[in-house]
């Protein structure tokens, strides 16, 4: 039976990552852009619906970044996704690309979004240049449920992730790496 749901769940992701591929592969580069530009104002809008202190730190905080993201784990976790990050003050949008692998006691696949807010210019200018976010979890998610809560800025910025979709039972460490994507800017 586990072997069974492993290998559904394998053959779904990349089914809908095929899919996706193929049909974001027609797309002209503003129309990508688009996509990603309204997917980042959608679940903005829902954070601040999750949360009302979030607007307010949206307000204060210099850029941004919206990433939404697959992952799937079956012990290995690994996922991916796209985003835009943002500089408030000069509207300048950088499109990025976001990987993540791990291992761990894990099983499932989850939708998710992540929204970085930026306490200052330096923190963003390093997110774009370098990216690299380092995590460890410990989680239970089920359905559409889900809004972690950020009190302070650390180190330069606040982390928001909202589950759009999916179960995932999971207890991993796992690394992501965030990149500037060369064929969307």
């Known amino acids: 039976m586990k072997r069974t749901l492993s290998a559904l769940c394998i053959v779904l992701l990349f089914a809908s990552v095929a899919g996706f591929a193929h049909e974001n592969h027609k797309r002209t580069l503003e129309e990508?852009?688009?996509?990603?530009?309204q997917m980042a104002e959608e679940t903005l809008q829902r954070l601040f619906q999750a949360s009302a202190v979030t607007e307010q730190q949206f307000d204060e905080a210099i850029g941004y970044a919206v990433f939404h993201n697959t992952k799937v784990a079956m012990l290995f976790t690994g996922g991916g996704g796209v985003g835009v990050a943002v500089n408030k003050e000069t509207g300048e949008r950088t499109y990025?690309?976001?990987g993540t692998a791990g291992i761990g006691l894990s099983l499932g696949a989850q939708v998710y979004d992540v929204i970085f807010l930026f306490?200052?210019?330096?923190a963003l200018q390093h997110f774009v240049r370098s990216g690299w976010e380092s995590e460890t979890q410990a989680s239970l998610v089920a359905g559409t449920m889900g809004a972690n809560a950020a009190s302070s800025f650390l180190r330069g910025k606040r982390i928001y992730q909202l589950t759009a979709s999916g179960v995932m039972a999971s207890a991993d460490i796992s690394g992501s790496k965030y990149w500037v994507s060369k064929k969307l800017n």
């Open 32 to 37: 990508k852009q688009a996509g990603i530009d």
């Open 96 to 98: 990025m690309k976001m």
């Open 119 to 122: 306490q200052d210019k330096g």
